[in-house]
């Protein structure tokens, strides 16, 4: 979506690794969860107050993100919409398995199928709650962000890569 259209592209748990020093997986070994969730929402603070400034860019939370009361405040004060990128638990296991391949990401909190779906099941609720939903099983990630800057009415750069 950030190339059809142009803008910048930023991946909140790449952002913190880079600004932090240390991959999620470390924070999360070494100071826990609550600590890495103050500094997931010390650092979507930022992202969005340079939005509100007038920078184009497109964000993607991880997993846990909307699962903070205080994240999903915040972007509601902030009114940008929220996407919610669906499929069925198997297929964002699998997504999810394919990135943690050897010297890829480790996903601290990916755990066994059955620790995977109940994770998903208790963060539904929350992912619901996005203000656009679409279902990706099956499709192509051009298609989808091309279906999604036509429903919110963005406008593609002139001379974007795409």
Known sequence: M??????????????IERRHGQPVATIFRRKGEPHFRAIEHEELTHVLERAALGEEIVV???GGAMAQSR??????????????LDAPVE??????????????????????????????????????????????AGRRAASIASQLIASLRLVVREGSQY
């Open 91 to 136: 297929t964002l296991r699998r997504r999810c398995l394919k990135q943690t391949s050897p010297g890829k990401v480790e996903r601290p909190l990916l755990g066994t199928m059955a620790e995977f779906r109940a994770r998903y099941a208790r963060r539904r609720a929350f992912y619901q709650q996005a203000s656009r939903r679409v279902n990706t």
């Open 2 to 15: 950030a190339q059809q259209l142009g803008w910048e592209f930023l991946d909140l748990d790449e952002h």
């Open 60 to 62: 993607a939370l991880g």
């Open 71 to 84: 994240n999903r405040s915040l972007l509601r004060r902030y009114k940008f919409p929220v996407v919610f």
